[in-house]
T-cell receptor
Framework: EAQVTQNPRYLITVTGKKLTVTCSQN?????MSWYRQDPGLGLRQIYY???????DKGDVPEGYKVSRKEKRNFPLILESPSPNQTSLYFC?????????????FGPGTRLTVT | GQQLNQSPQSMFIQEGEDVSMNCTSS?????WLWYKQEPGEGPVLLIA?????ELTSNGRLTAQFGITRKDSFLNISASIPSDVGIYFC????????????????FGQGTILTVHP
């Protein structure tokens, strides 16, 4: 089954404790992206990747890191999480980043930073 | 960064009514997309628009790419209870390098409730 998977689905952590949220897709998609969703703000793009080893900042990249060492995986790293990073995070992928192809979203990761 | 203003924020309608929502931006977008999100799930693409002035339908849904490339609207005709969810517009623009697409900006969402 074609899908985007994220792990973990739920995470409660404390301020400053490094964490990684994994994202994997099995559709051989070139484009992958991370978003955070907050009430009243919609989805905001954190980082995206047009292909392996090619990443670029979205609208809200501060406090996050990403890497794209292989096509199927695009982990999101929070080196020193803070409470304002409490949010619902979505990973997405599409065949390419040109907008002509549907973005498939993962199920979401709900992160709470205390 | 770029911002999209989506309205209305929420709508409460009766089954069978038509629905209209729109997005406006201070910046030009090259592609407009409309998504629907149901509780506990990620957004799902409904309609994609690629050219200014384009009018596209998907069943009971119709969306248009504004001539100025700074706005788009989505209409849902004859609403049914399963139309309930959050609808997002999104605009696709070139990345910081200016040579490739990839930077997607979402509106704040319209929460749609349909009463049977």
């Amino acid at each position: 089954e074609a899908q985007v998977t994220q792990n973990p689905r739920y995470l409660i952590t404390v301020t400053g404790k490094k964490l990684t949220v994994t994202c994997s897709q099995n559709m051989n998609h070139e484009y992958m992206s991370w978003y955070r969703q907050d009430p009243g703000l919609g989805l905001r793009q954190i980082y995206y990747s047009m292909n392996v080893e090619v990443t670029d900042k979205g609208d809200v990249p501060e406090g996050y890191k990403v890497s794209r060492k292989e096509k199927r995986n695009f982990p999101l790293i929070l080196e020193s999480p803070s409470p304002n990073q409490t949010s619902l995070y979505f990973c997405a992928s599409s065949l390419s980043g040109g907008g002509s192809y549907e973005q498939y979203f993962g199920p979401g990761t709900r992160l709470t930073v205390t | 960064g770029q911002q999209l203003n989506q309205s209305p924020q929420s709508m409460f309608i009766q089954e069978g009514e038509d629905v209209s929502m729109n997005c406006t931006s201070s910046s030009i977008f090259n592609t407009w997309l409309w998504y629907k999100q149901e509780p506990g799930e990620g957004p799902v693409l409904l309609i994609a628009l690629y050219k200014a002035g384009e009018l596209t339908s998907n069943g009971r849904l119709t969306a248009q790419f504004g001539i100025t490339r700074k706005d788009s609207f989505l209409n849902i005709s004859a609403s049914i209870p399963s139309d309930v969810g959050i609808y997002f517009c999104a605009g696709l623009a070139r990345g910081a390098g200016g040579t490739s697409y990839g930077k997607l900006t979402f509106g704040q969402g319209t929460i749609l409730t349909v009463h049977p």
